[in-house]
Structure formats: C-alpha cells, structure tokens
C-alpha cells in the first residue's frame, strides 16, 4: 500500500509549529517556534501576541518541514490543522496556511481537534489498540476520553472549572513563578514535603469529573493568610502538597475509570503529562492492570506541537474528513 505523507499544522497557543508526519506514526520532521519569552512579562498568554507571532513563523515553518524532510509539496498526501479549541486569532492563523497550501497544491485540507492530536500523538510510542482510554490534561482541558473505536471519542469525565494545567500555573504566579509554571512546580514537588494539607476536590464523588479551582483558591488562599499573619510558608513543601492533591485525584478517577471501562490500552497525554510525578504514579497504577498497555506520551512530544496534529490528521484523513474552503478556526470545539 501507499504511504500518506501528512503536513501539519498547530497554532492553537502559544507554539507554532509544522510538522511532517508518515502513515500516522512517524516523524519526517518538526518544525516549532516557541513564544514563551513574549508572553512571560504577562504571566499568561496574551492573544494579539500570539497571532502576530504565528503570522511572523508560519510560512518560514513551513519552508523548513519540507525542506528537513528533503520533500517538496508533490510528495504530500494531505494538510491537516487543528481546527480548535484554543485562542480563535491564533487558530486562523494555521487554519489559513492550512487553506492556502492546500489549495495551492491541490490536496486534501483535514480538520483536527487539538484534543485528538494530544491523544493520538501516544501512537509515535506504539500503536493504540482499542478499546483504549486516555487521561488529557493540559493547560485548557482535563478530560478522560474513552475511544471504544479508532476515531471514535467519548468524553466520560470532564473538569467542572479550572484545568489541571491551568491550576499549576494559578498557583505558580501566586508563589512567584514564571509562566507556564507547571514544569518548575513538579520539579520542586520533588524536594519538599508534603505538609501542607489541601483539599482533593471531588474525590469521594461517585463520576469521572474533575474540579481544580477550590484547590487552587486553597493555596491562595493559605498563602494570603500566612502573609497576613508575618508567617512563611515553605514553597518547596507547598509545591509537594498541591501536587500530592493534584495526583491524588488525578490517580484516582484513573482508577475508577479503569475498573469501569476494561480497554486495552490507557494513553495520558497533554502538556500536564510531562509531569514526573504523574508518570511515576500512572506506571505504579497500570501495574494493577495487566491487561492495559500503558501508553504516555514520550515527554517531548506532551505539550503542544504540530507532530501529534500530523497522527491525528492521519486517522481523520483515513476516516474520510475533509474541510471544504470555508474551514474556520472554532475555538469551543470540543469532541
Ligand atoms: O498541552 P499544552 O502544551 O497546552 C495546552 O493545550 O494547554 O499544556 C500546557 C500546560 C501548562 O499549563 C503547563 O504548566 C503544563 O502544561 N505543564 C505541566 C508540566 N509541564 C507542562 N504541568 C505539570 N507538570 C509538568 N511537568
Ligand atoms: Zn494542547
């Protein structure tokens, strides 16, 4: 059979990047431009920002897939680009190259959600067979997304408010860290002390859902009244107790939802799955279920990037989904 040569493209954020991705699974190359440095003094992304930066990378980004691959745009099978969910400046962005390239060279334009990408990016380890279920928390969403089918995605647990991601940079900007804080906190986590006692939000509830803001408002709150009252709390130890609450719950609803759904295969994927502590609880718990394969996201491709875009696009594209020329960015889209 043919190969499918897929170029990709990610813009949802804070990344741009372009990709180029064979039969689903592997890496002819990737491209990504980084803006963390822009949005930092913010501490947090700041839109407008973002899509200057994406309109400035994406065409240069684009040149040096092809040209680190040694392809050129004949070679391709198909285009795909996230569609959504994300910032909806920065998505038209992508979405529009995505456009114009396909038009331009008369190929395919596939439509992916970013959550797919994040999940699917779990094929660059090992084939995902399915049934499989993945654990997807970033810095937007915190789901547990059951797959009975290749593309076939069912949301069984959602966060009620702040995701995991977005609760670790919360807190990091409390205590004083740079943005995105997530990385500095784990590493911190594991120097402390876990003395600090948090709540684990929705833990005892009987559902896969998720609930990140009490925790969040917790340690601000604890921070505030220490500060208040001329005391010092001990950062290092705070990070090892809010990442004990974060995991505790994290860990947990995994379990449940192991023990519901027998899959063969668990994915944790998203920026949050970079997480050392996460991986290391996750590998002690998928040892109670011999029969999963655990698939984590190799750490370098956990955040976003436009490879994980290129494994999802091949699935969609192999499904038969096409974007016409009106393709628009959808920032709500969701599974
Ligand atoms: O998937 P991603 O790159 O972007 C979104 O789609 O949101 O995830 C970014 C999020 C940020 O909130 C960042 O703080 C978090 O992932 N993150 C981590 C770690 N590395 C990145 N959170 C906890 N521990 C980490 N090691
Ligand atoms: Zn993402």
Redesign the pocket.
């Known amino acids: 059979t043919e190969n499918r040569i897929i170029m990709a493209f990610e813009s949802?954020?804070d990344?741009t990047s372009v990709a180029i991705v064979k039969n689903g699974h592997e890496i002819l190359s990737l491209e990504t431009a980084t803006q963390i440095k822009s949005h930092q003094r913010f501490g947090g992304i700041v839109p407008e920002v973002a899509s200057r930066h994406h309109i400035e990378q994406v065409t240069i980004l684009a040149d040096a897939a092809l040209e680190d691959a040694q392809l050129t745009y004949a070679d391709l099978t198909a285009i795909a680009v996230t569609q959504g969910p994300?910032l909806v400046g920065a998505l038209l962005i992508g979405v529009t190259a995505a456009k114009t390239i396909a038009w331009a060279h008369n190929l395919p334009l596939v439509p992916v959600i970013?959550l797919a990408g994040?999940i699917s990016a779990a094929n660059f380890v090992k084939p995902i067979v399915y049934p499989a279920l993945a654990l997807m928390?970033?810095?937007?969403?915190t789901e547990l997304v059951l797959m009975k089918a290749e593309y076939d995605y069912l949301v069984i647990g959602d966060t009620q408010d702040d995701?995991?991601?977005?609760s670790?940079?919360k807190v990091?900007r409390t205590m004083g860290l740079k943005?995105?804080?997530?990385?500095t906190?784990?590493?911190m986590a594991h120097q402390g002390q876990d003395v600090y006692h948090l709540p684990r939000p929705m833990l005892s509830e009987d559902n896969f859902n998720f609930s990140f803001s009490g925790l969040k408002s917790a340690v601000i709150n604890l921070l505030h009244n220490a500060d208040q009252r001329g005391e010092v709390i001990d950062h290092t130890n705070l990070a090892t107790s809010f990442?004990a609450a974060v995991l505790e719950v994290l860990l947990t609803k995994t379990r449940h939802a192991l023990n519901a759904y027998p899959v063969k295969s668990f994915i944790v994927a998203?920026?949050?799955a970079?997480?050392?502590?996460?991986r290391d609880g996750l590998t002690t718990l998928l040892a109670d279920f011999k029969t999963v394969t655990y698939l984590p996201v190799p750490i370098e491709l956990?955040?976003?990037n436009a490879a994980m875009i290129g494994a999802a696009g091949d699935i969609a594209y192999r499904h038969g989904t096409r974007g016409t020329w009106d393709l628009n960015a959808d920032p709500t889209l969701e599974f």
């Open positions: 949802s954020a990344e994300g970013h994040h928390v970033s810095g937007g969403h995701a995991a991601g977005e670790y940079d990091g943005y995105p804080s997530g990385k906190i784990d590493t990442q998203g920026g949050v970079a997480n050392h502590g996460l956990a955040g976003d």
